[in-house]
């Protein structure tokens, strides 16, 4: 019987003893932890001070390093933006050659010559024009000059001698004025190509 | 003579709770005297940099943490800039052939 209060007796001893040691080990840890979070506050503290003191240089240092990253970064997506829409361009442009060389079947290119010198007539309102274009388009000219003559209501019309060096498309010249509208495939291309950047680069979803 | 061996088991007993209780005391105390040092050390050192950084002088070793930090920053924002431009490089061709035919048509006199 006694050596079995002994034993309790022992055995809660003990059990206090641990429960001490685990309790100063709890409390330490969480002096630590305070300490620690004190000088993470104190350093923060320090440093909000040093920059409010030596805060434009740190800031004239910050501003010269990433302000050329940033600056660097906007230059590489325009970069990347313009050799997205210059393989737009490239592409269009071989559709032109295509059409001006009869290989799109979608489009009569004699028709489309005619429109353009009516194009040409409605912005400059004159009696009398020579047109030029290149060789090949001065031959479908030839070919068509009554109906050239016949769009433009029965208006004096000369075809220029010399071939224009352009992929397509008129240069119309009044005789009285001399005043000219480039309507060639590029003139066109470089102009739609403007207009149509934003709603391009949209459609790419490159903006 | 068992009454004699109970006092005396008694008394090793409340011993060692007394000396669990000074081990747990010391514990206590070299964690807050650790702690004491710690916040001492660093309210030293505070204290060093906001009068070097008052008198300008350990300027280079300021400006030098703030160049760390801002190249860090630039080479996040490269990162950034880089992967946007692969991204923009990325169009599929077919894209890029349905945009060219837009601008084709807006090229012919309508």
Not at chain 1, 105 to 122: G, N, P
Not at chain 2, 52 to 80: H, N, P, V
């Amino acid at each position: 019987m006694s050596k079995e209060l002994d034993s309790k007796l022992i055995e809660k001893i003990v059990e206090q003893r641990n429960q001490f040691l685990v309790e100063a080990k709890e409390r330490a840890e969480r002096i630590t932890a305070k300490a620690e979070e004190e000088r993470n506050r104190i350093v923060e503290q320090t440093n909000k001070s040093i920059e409010g003191i030596v805060g434009s240089e740190l800031r004239a240092v910050h501003d010269r390093i990433v302000g050329k990253a940033q600056l660097e970064g906007r230059k590489r997506l325009l970069e990347a933006r313009m050799e997205v829409l210059d393989a737009v361009k490239t592409q269009a442009l071989q559709e032109l050659k295509s059409l001006a060389t009869g290989k799109r079947e979608d489009t009569d290119y004699s028709e489309m010559l005619i429109k353009l010198i009516v194009e040409a007539d409605e912005a400059m309102r004159e009696d009398e024009y020579v047109i030029t274009a290149n060789k090949r388009d001065l031959g479908h000219l030839k070919k068509s000059l009554d109906k050239v003559k016949e769009a433009l209501n029965g208006k004096k019309v000369k075809l220029g001698e010399a071939p224009a060096d352009t992929l397509g498309g008129v240069i119309v010249t009044t005789v009285k004025e001399a005043k000219t509208m480039e309507n060639t495939l590029e003139t066109r291309l470089e102009t739609a190509n403007s207009r149509l950047q934003t709603e391009i680069a949209q459609m790419l979803g490159v903006i | 003579m068992e009454m004699k061996n109970i006092l005396s088991l008694s008394g090793r007993l409340q011993r060692l709770l007394a000396k669990a209780e000074e081990e747990a005391e010391g514990i206590i105390k070299e964690a807050q005297d650790k702690a004491d040092e710690t916040v001492r050390v660093a309210k030293e050192e505070a204290e060093k940099r906001l009068i070097r950084a008052q008198y300008r002088t350990g300027l280079d070793e300021f400006l030098k943490d703030a160049e760390d930090e801002a190249r860090k920053e630039a080479k996040r924002i490269e990162k950034e800039y880089a992967a946007k431009a692969k991204e923009i490089k990325a169009v599929p061709r077919g894209k890029i052939v349905e945009a060219a035919e837009l601008l084709f048509k807006e090229v012919l006199p309508q």
